[in-house]
Antibody
Framework: QVQLQQSGAELVRPGTSVKISCKAS????????LGWVKQRPGHGLEWIGD????????YYNEKFKGKATLTADKSSSTAYMQLSSLTSEDSAVYFC???????????WGQGTTLTVSS | ENVLTQSPAIMSASLGEKVTMSCRAS?????MYWYQQKSDASPKLWIY???NLAPGVPARFSGSGSGNSYSLTISSMEGEDAATYYC?????????FGAGTKLELK
């Protein structure tokens, strides 16, 4: 069965960067787009971008260009999202999610809580 | 960007009651997708391509709509249906979600 296992909660200082991981199993990692979604209380769900692990092609929400960088390691079936120049506005739960059909997310990771605080 | 407006924001229903929630898009979309999210859990795909139930979704759920207006209906409310439901579109980039409808058991 499809599983997306995300890395654990992070507490980081403002101005630094963080890299969150999403290890995929149960499907052909290189053949499907994998996306990232941000969730903050009162702000709903926001799509950050997608990556196609087979080619490394990425597709970003303009809002997150310069903030998020998506990469994927085919050898370990793991996707990564690096967030830079962190502020309190980046404190949120971040989900990775896989799509079999481009337009929606079939499977979701358990979420990674990021807290940005000094 | 295509803004999705969900209504109501919060609603409550009794067991057995029919429930309908709405999602309106600022620009017409080809399809609407819906997710169910319970507290401290990840969203789950619930309805895809407007009216198709995701695997495991009870038949009491249905989705409909076209253009700018879509809805999710529960024919008979059950306790396990209490959750927040989000609509989502990707007819145009960026992919956007509605703010959610929180459904509570009365």
């Amino acid at each position: 069965q499809v599983q997306l296992q995300q890395s654990g909660a992070e507490l980081v200082r403002p101005g630094t960067s963080v890299k969150i991981s999403c290890k995929a199993s149960g499907y052909a990692f290189t053949n499907y787009w994998l996306g990232w979604v941000k969730q903050r209380p009162g702000h709903g769900l926001e799509w950050i971008g997608d990556i196609y692990p087979g080619s490394g092609n990425t597709y970003y929400n303009e809002k997150f260009k310069g903030k998020a960088t998506l990469t994927a390691d085919k050898s370990s079936s793991t996707a990564y999202m690096q967030l830079s120049s962190l502020t309190s506005e980046d404190s949120a739960v971040y989900f990775c999610a896989m799509t079999t059909a481009t337009y929606y997310f079939d499977y979701w990771g358990q979420g990674t809580t990021l807290t940005v605080s000094s | 960007e295509n803004v999705l407006t969900q209504s109501p924001a919060i609603m409550s229903a009794s067991l057995g009651e029919k429930v309908t929630m709405s999602c309106r898009a600022s620009s017409s979309v080809n399809y609407m997708y819906w997710y169910q999210q319970k507290s401290d859990a990840s969203p789950k795909l619930w309805i895809y391509y407007t009216s198709n139930l995701a695997p495991g979704v009870p038949a009491r759920f249905s989705g409909s709509g076209s253009g700018n207006s879509y809805s999710l209906t529960i024919s008979s409310m059950e306790g396990e249906d209490a959750a927040t439901y989000y609509c989502q579109q990707f007819t145009s980039s960026p992919l956007t979600f509605g703010a959610g409808t929180k459904l509570e058991l009365k």
